[in-house]
Each structure stands twice: as C-alpha cells, then as structure tokens.
C-alpha cells in the first residue's frame, strides 16, 4: 500500500528568511488509534512539542487512514492483521509537509515516509517500525530480515529508523560493539538484533 500526494500549489509570497537544515524526529507507542477521539488526543499532544514527524507505533487500526488537517499537519497509518502486530503510521507538522513525498506500508509492522528535496532538507526515507513481541525465533528473524532488506534498497540521501524494537540493547561495557550508552538497561533476550543490524548495515 502507497500513498502518493499531488504537487502542492506554489505560494507567490517571499520565502522564510531562516534557513531550517534540522528535522526533530520523534517516536510514539501509541497504544491504539482505532478511534477518532484517539487521534484528536493525539495531535493535540503533538502541538505542545517541536517535532516535524512523529513515528507511530501499535496503531491497531483496521483500515489505512489518511488526513490533512486544518493546521496542516498530515497523517498517514497502515493496516494491522490482528491485535498483536498492530500497525505503523506517521503525523508530519505543516514545518515539512512541503517535503512529503509518499508514504508507504512495507509490512504490517513497517513503513516508510518518504521526502523529497525542497530548500535546505535534501531527499530522505524515514522507517518507522513496531517489533513483534513474539519470542518465536523465526518470526523474529522474518521481521528483522524485512527491515534490513527495505533499508538496504533504499537510496535517498540520508535514511532514518525510528520506532519500538522491542529490546534492549544494554549499556556499553567495553570498547568494542555497538551499543546506546554508557547508560541503560541490561540487554534482554532480543537485544543483540538491533546490535547486529548496525554492524552489518554500518548505521551510525
């Protein structure tokens, strides 16, 4: 599932004089937005930080759903098949919906919002994804095999994954690996996946 925007309309009127090159990138477990007065409690949330796209995660609605609001701000989610994988979407601030440039529903419990190139922000992909909380080894192994593949084809510019991975990846105790932090929790038993994606992708 893709959803493609039209050409927005070219304002006449002079362009900002600040240059904004940083985009403030947040992730939210949503919980469930199955209900329109889930989603307005959302975006009234939204409004009291500075965000231009907020990965949701667990949206655990039925059908895709898509809307441009009054204040500008756009939101995109997917699909989920059942109440445990429970979806992807994502809520753009009207700061960047001129970057829009389609998102997509990978699988189930992966999207990609993708942004084109317009003034200082050069073209994009953000993945936003929601784990399996499965402790099936294969279905595991299926969700971080999807993942890398979508994020190895894509080739914008500069590529960010955003969402709830399910683990923990634990703090630093020595100098080699990859980890978040001299800080954290202990590393449970699906933490060494995000651990071993960044090594094999080379993600910083």
Do not use: W
């Amino acid at each position: 599932m893709s959803t493609e925007r039209p050409p927005k309309s070219q304002s006449h009127s002079e362009p900002p004089k600040s240059r904004r090159d940083k985009v403030t990138i947040c992730t939210y477990n949503a919980r469930t937005l199955a209900s329109e007065s889930s989603i307005k409690y959302l975006t009234m949330q939204e409004r009291r930080i500075r965000y231009e796209v907020t990965g949701l995660g667990q949206t655990r609605r039925r059908h895709t759903f898509n809307a441009v609001y009054d204040t500008g701000e756009e939101l995109f989610h997917g699909i989920c098949d059942n109440r445990v994988f429970a979806g992807v979407g994502v809520l753009v601030n009207t700061s960047l919906s001129m970057n829009i440039d389609s998102f997509e529903q990978l699988t189930t419990q992966n999207g990609c919002l993708g942004l084109k190139r317009c003034g200082s922000i050069p073209a994009g992909t953000i993945f936003v994804l929601y784990a399996t909380t499965s402790n099936c080894e294969e279905v595991v192994e299926a969700f971080c095999m999807f993942l890398e593949e979508f994020y190895r084809e894509d080739h914008t510019f500069f590529k960010v994954i955003i969402g709830d991975f399910n683990s923990r990846v634990g703090p630093r105790r020595t100098s080699g690996g990859r980890h978040t932090g001299t800080h954290g929790l202990e590393r449970n038993g699906q933490g060494k996946r995000p651990s071993e994606f960044i090594m094999r992708t080379k993600t910083k």
